[in-house]
C-alpha cells in the first residue's frame, strides 16, 4: 500500500500543486489527471527522488507502513516507467533485464528469469537484439519488462502510452494492468489522456494548481 | 623522414641505404632512458588525467553550481600550455612559490633547499605539469560528448533499479562516454608521449624525455646525429602507435569486465574511493592551475622578491618597460602568425565543410587526413618538413612559419566549427536566395551571420592554437622568426624570471582576451550594429 500525504512540488520557491494525498491499495492503479504543465511528472520525480536541480517538493511518502523520504533513489524499489523508455542502449534487450534484476537472485536464475521476463512481454526471440532496433512498442514493452524485473514494490507510470498509437496503447494498458494485478503492488498513472484513466485505473483523481 | 633513418638523405647526397644508424640507437643509453621516460611520464600523466576528470564528472555533474564552473574553466583551455608550464616552474622550484609559502616558519629554511622539486630525474613534475594541461582539456571533451547521452535520464533509470548514483556512472553512461571520447583521449596520449616545450622547461635533463633528446641529436652540428635523431624520431613514432594499440585493448577490456560485473546484479562497483580520490586530484588540479596563473604578475611587476618572502617586497613596472622593444616585437609577431594563420584555417575549413554538406562521401577522407598533425608526433613530422624546406630553399621564412601555423590550426578548426556549421537550418538560406537572387552576399550576409557565435568561438580557438605552437616556430623558422613562445621557453631556464613571467603572462593574455571578445561580441553584434545605424539615420 502507498500513502502519500500532503505532497507538494516547488519549482525554485513557487508551489506548483496544491498538497495532494492519496492511498493506493496492492493491486491497483490511481490515475491523477491535470493538465500538461503542472507539475504531474514532478510529482512522480519527487516520490522516485529523481527531480531535477531546481525543483523541489515535501510530503511524506509511506510505502507498506515505512517512510521512504530518508531513502535516496536506489534505496526505494520503486518502479519508474516515463514516455521515453530510456533502454540502454550499449547492451542488449536481454542484458537490459539482466541489469535490473536484484543481485540475490541465485546466478542458475538469472538466465531463466530473463527469459521468463521476456516472454512475458512477448519479446523472447528479440533477446540478443540492440533496443534500437525493436519497435517503438517493442520499445515500450521491453521498458515494462525491466522495470518489473527489479521487483519494485510499487509501479510509477509517466504517461508511458503517450507515444504509442492506438492499437499499441491498449496493448500496453492490458500489460501494465495485468502486471500491477499479478504482482499486487500498488500503481500511480500520470496522464493527460482521460482514456487512460478509464481504462485502467480503479480510482481518479485531479491536481489543481497552487492557490 | 623514414629514408634518412635508413641513411637515405638526398639533401646532403646520399642515396644507399643502410641499417647504420638504427644500430647505432640501440647502442645509446641515452635512447632507452629517453624513451623509458616518455613512455612512463606520457602514460601515467594520460592515465590520470583520464581519472581525475571522469571522477569530477561522476561526482559533480548534478550539483547546482556545476554549470558555471563549466563556463569558467573554459577560458582555461587557452591559455598555452609554454604559459602554464613556466608557472608550474616558479610554483614549484626548490625557490619557487610554494616553498616561499612555508619557509621559514614551517621549514626552517631560509635559503632555496637543495631538492630537485622540478626536473625531478624520474619526471614527475613534468607528469603533474601534463595533467594539469591535459585535465582540464577531457572534461572538457567528457562535457561536450555527455550532451549527447541524455546521462540524468539514464542514471535516473538505474538508480530506480536499485544502483546508486556512482554504479549508474560506471554502469551506464563512462562505458558510452569513453567511446565518444576516444579520439581525445588519443591526441592527449600523443601529445603527452612526444612533447618537447613542456618537457624541456620542467621536465628532466641527462636524460631527457626522447622527444627533447632527439631534438638535440637533430640540431647537432655533426651529421652523423642526423641519422641518429631521424631513426630516433621513426622510434617515437611507433612507440606512440604501440602504446595507443596497448592502451585501446587495456580500455577494450576493461569495459567488458565493467559490461559482466553489470549484468551480475551487483548494486556496488568496487573501489568507489578511487572515484572519491580522484575528483580531489581534480580540484587540486585545477587550483595548482589557478596559482600558476597568479604567479605570472606577481614576477612580472615584482622589483624585489628576495627568498622566504611570501609575496615581493616592492613592486614597479620597470621590467615591462626594460624589455618593452623587444616584447612588442615579439608579440607582433605572435599576432600577425595567429591571425594570418587561423584567418586561412577558418577559409579552409569553410570552403571543406560547404564541400562536405553536399557529398558524404568525402566526409571520412577528410576527416582522416586532418587528423595527422594531431595524432603524428610533432618532431617525427616536423623533421621531415625541414628536410623539404631545405630542399625547396623555403627554410627560415616567414610564410613557411605561417603555413605551419595553419596547418596544426586546421584540424582543431575544423572540428569546432563541424557540427554547428553542419547542423545550420539551410532553410533560411534558400528562403534569402529566392528573396533576393544574390548568392554571395547572402552566403555572408545570411548564413554566415547567423553562425557569427560558432564562428567567432572557433577563431579564438585557432588563434590559441597558433600562440601556443613552439617547435613548428622553431623549426621552420630556424631561429630566425621568434615568438613570444620560443623567446618564452627558450629564456625559461635563464634564471630571468621577471622577464620570463612578462612573456608567458602577455601569452596567456592575448589568447584571453580573444577568447573573451569571441563570447561577447556575437552577443552584442546585432545591438551594436542597430545602434550605430539609428545614430548615422
Partial sequence: MLALKDIQVFNQQEALISPFSATIENGTILAVMGPSGIGKSTLLAYLADSLPAGMNGKGEIWLNDKPLNPLPAEKRQLGLLQQAPLLFPHMSVEENIRFALPSNSPKHQRRELTMQSLASVGLSEHANKLPQHLSGGQQARLALARTLSSQPNALLLDEPFSKLDQSLRTDMRKLVLLAVKEHNIPAILVTHDPEDATAISHDTCYLSPAP | MLLPSFGFEPAFSRYELTLDHWLALGSQPEFWSGLWLSGSSGIIATLLSYWFASSLLVLCYHRSWFQRFQSAITPILSIPHAAITIGLLFLLSPSGWLIRFISPWLSGWDRPPNLLTTQDPYGITLILALVVKEMPYLLFALLAAISQLNPNAHITTARVLGYDRTSAWHFVVLPRLYELIRLPIFIVLAFNLTVVDVASIIGPNTPSTLAVTLLRWFNDPSLSMRGLASAAAIALTMVVLGVMIGWHLAAKTLISYRHYEALRGDRKTPFRWLTTVGAIGAACTIVMTALTLLILPLWAFAKRWRFPDTFPSTWTFDNISRASRSLIELSTQSLTLAFTSTTIALVLSL?????????????????????????????????????????????????????????????????????????YDQAYLDQANRLKPLKWRNFFMIKLAMLKAPLFATFAIGFSVSMAQYLPTLMAGEGRITTLTTEAVTRAASGDRKLVSIMALMQAIMPLCIFALAMLLPRYWTPIRLTIRKRMC
Fill in chain 2, 351 to 423: 570552403i571543406l565543410l560547404e564541400k562536405e554538406r553536399h557529398t558524404d562521401l568525402s566526409r571520412s577522407h577528410t576527416q582522416r587526413l586532418l587528423y595527422i598533425p594531431i595524432i603524428l608526433p610533432q618532431v617525427t613530422l616536423l623533421f621531415g618538413v625541414q628536410v623539404s624546406l631545405l630542399w625547396l630553399n623555403l627554410n627560415g621564412t616567414w610564410y613557411s612559419v605561417a603555413a605551419l601555423h595553419t596547418f596544426y590550426s586546421l584540424p582543431y578548426v575544423y572540428l569546432t566549427l563541424k557540427s554547428p556549421y553542419l547542423a
